[in-house]
């Protein structure tokens, strides 16, 4: 008889296909996620963060990856970028208990200046974003939004292909590709980059402008 770990993907393979459940629904996902180790992100995160929110949710929002907090926590936007997207989100008329939040990648990918130093984002690679889209996919499925907000340019490659651009692609509602389903997705920008930009004011006064059109759509 062949065991669970028999079928199982390398790391080096960077596939977390091997690792989603045959059946059940987003409890039983979000459990298989914890044991994923499709790719090497997951040999020094805290451990995998899973999306959250309503299972029957119109309304779908993709990050890109945990931070610092949400490794701690095991839970998505729960940091500082997530403190200003709930903020957008109020501003624009969205009810966040309406919602399924989660990122495309499940792992915290960081680095560090010094040993013991506070660990710092670093970008997944295109790689490790195909690596994890499976778990990505299965949560599409599971939830069928009406609508997906794409945050930052990593959740939009996961979803749109990599030649997604944040600056060309958003604010504008259009279906998901190949989908079938009439799902749509509408980009903007990532709520940490808002925190990085000089112009921030004017940037998250995009973002509520973004959500507002969002929320129009639905």
């Not at 629904?25 to 963060?49: M, N, Q, S």
């Not at 890109?64 to 940091?79: C, I, K, L, T």
């Not at 009810?95 to 660990?119: C, I, M, Q, S, W």
């Amino acid at each position: 008889m062949t065991g669970t770990g028999d079928r199982r993907a390398s790391p080096e393979e960077y596939d977390a296909t091997p690792y989603l459940p045959s059946r059940g629904g987003l409890p039983a996902h979000r459990r298989a996620a914890a044991e994923c180790r499709g790719c090497p992100l997951h040999r020094d995160a805290t451990g995998t963060v899973f999306g959250r929110g309503d299972p029957d949710a119109r309304l779908m929002l993709v990050g890109e990856q945990p931070g610092d907090q949400e490794d701690r926590e095991g839970a998505p936007f729960v940091g500082p970028a997530g403190r200003l997207l709930h903020r957008a989100l109020a501003e624009a008329g969205i009810d966040e208990k309406d919602l399924y939040v989660t990122n495309a990648v499940k792992h915290f990918k960081f680095t560090r200046d010094e040993p013991g130093e506070r660990r710092i984002h670093k970008t997944p690679t295109l790689r490790e974003t195909r690596a994890c889209r499976p778990w990505l996919m299965a949560e599409l499925r599971l939830v069928s939004p009406e609508l997906i907000v794409i945050l930052g340019a990593t959740a939009g490659r996961a979803l749109l292909g990599p030649d997604f651009r944040v600056g060309t692609d958003r604010g504008v509602p259009r279906p998901l590709p190949d989908a079938g389903d009439g799902t749509r997705v509408l980009a903007t920008v990532h709520p940490s980059a808002v925190l990085r930009a000089r112009d921030r004011q004017e940037m998250y006064a995009g973002l509520v402008a973004d959500l507002r059109t969002a929320a129009d759509a639905l």
